[in-house]
């Protein structure tokens, strides 16, 4: 049986639920089926929090009395707060590392 990382899917992470059909499907056959089926669906993947993406805070509109909108480096979802922003990006799962200022494109 090939090993995984051979199959170049060791940064793709397949939801439980996937993987308990994929099982159901290909129990009775074999086990080099399973396997198949598992690289086969690459669409099935999905991003786990805090594994692979890395960002930072990217601090933009100034709202008045501390309030501003923070931009995530890695979709673009933003939040706005008064407060230090949080440590991980509610929409993407983003371990975010920081804050920089938003470079004004103005000339």
């Given at each position: ?79 706005i707060t008064s407060m230090k922003p949080y440590n991980y ?19």
């Amino acid at each position: 049986m090939p090993d995984i990382k051979e199959l170049g899917i060791e940064k793709e992470y397949i939801s439980k639920k996937k993987v308990l059909e994929i099982y159901e499907e290909t129990r009775n056959k074999p086990q080099d089926a399973f396997v198949e089926a598992i690289v086969e669906t690459k669409g099935d993947c999905v991003i786990v929090p805090g594994v692979e993406r890395t960002g930072v805070w990217v601090r933009g509109t100034h709202h008045g009395l501390g309030v501003y909108n923070y931009d995530c480096s890695e979709c673009g979802d933003f939040i706005i707060t008064s407060m230090k922003p949080y440590n991980y990006c509610p929409e993407c799962g983003a371990h975010m590392i920081g804050v920089r200022e938003k470079k004004d494109t103005k000339q």
